[in-house]
């Protein structure tokens, strides 16, 4: 005996969820620059996760009888002063920059959530941690950066924690404020008065509201961590020379950059596509995550 088929209004409802269903054409058409972002940030992660296998030497092979060479089929992007193959590290420098952008995005966030909620939520401390928040993005974040660096010293760990130190300022305020409008809210007036806790509320209410600008701005956050970085050890002052990373590469090359322009070009494109990725993915959620702007 088989089943018998659904008819009438019960089969136009069970049928409605998949003719809904976001199919991967639609999504591409929806969002373009969401979907550019995603493949080239995807290809990034793969060249990071899988570099032992993509690169073709040991990216600190010294090899003097293969110095400055032109890109060619033994060594794709050339090499550097002292022989080292830069495509190989190029392909390990993707490791370094992507442990820093989404370290910095997730600590920052994490640590600028919890002060935004404390400072939007109590009338007493509000003011006295705005006014740190203030003082710490009175300075350049990449003055910070280089502070702190000169104190805790070069290594990928203390790049990670000078970064974050001068990115949570921007979360604190951004939650702060978010959290201000939300506190106005008639669905949170209605729970502060049922005797609903704090604690409760922030869980409900407060932050799944404030989950998508949040998101949005630790996408700008990872992409600028990327920058301050390549920054960083381009001057000398980020991740110790013999550890591969796209700013190392660069200020290797940068006194041939006029004769031997490929020691420097290819990193900084790298870093270029990499950083625009993230930018494209943090422009595309906040055009998905915005009801103002969903047909």
Request: proline share 7%; net charge positive; glycine share 6%.
């Amino acid at each position: 005996m088989t089943p018998m088929q659904k008819t009438g209004p019960d089969a136009a409802l069970s049928a409605a969820p998949a003719s809904k269903r976001l199919r991967p054409g639609r999504f591409l058409r929806r969002w373009p620059a969401l979907s550019l972002g995603l493949v080239l940030l995807a290809l990034a992660c793969v060249m990071a996760v899988f570099a032992p296998l993509l690169a073709t030497h040991d990216p600190q092979a010294l090899d003097a009888t293969q110095r400055l060479k032109p890109p060619s089929a033994e060594a794709w992007f050339g090499t550097d002063m002292m022989g080292r193959d830069v495509y190989s590290r190029v392909i390990y420098g993707a490791r370094v920059s992507l442990v820093v952008g989404f370290g910095v995005a997730v600590l920052a966030t994490a640590a600028g959530m919890a002060i935004g909620l404390v400072a939007g939520f109590s009338r007493l401390l509000d003011s006295i941690i705005m006014r740190i928040m203030d003082g710490l993005m009175a300075i350049p974040s990449i003055l910070l950066a280089i502070a702190f660096m000169a104190m805790l010293g070069s290594s990928v760990v203390n790049v990670i924690v000078a970064v974050t130190i001068s990115e949570i300022p921007r979360v604190a305020r951004l939650v702060r404020s978010t959290v201000l409008s939300l506190r106005e809210q008639t669905y949170v007036e209605a729970a502060i008065t049922s005797g609903a806790s704090t604690l409760r509320i922030i869980w409900r209410h407060i932050l799944p509201n404030a989950m998508p600008p949040v998101l949005v701005q630790a996408t700008y956050i990872c992409a600028s961590a990327m920058v301050i970085e390549a920054i960083l050890s381009f001057i000398g002052a980020g991740t110790p020379p013999d550890i591969p990373s796209w700013g190392n590469i660069m200020t290797e090359g940068r006194a041939l950059w006029q004769v031997k322009p490929h020691i420097v070009a290819f990193p900084a494109v790298v870093l270029s596509l990499t950083v625009l990725a993230v930018n494209l993915v943090g422009d595309g959620l906040r055009d998905m995550l915005d009801p103002r702007r969903k047909s």
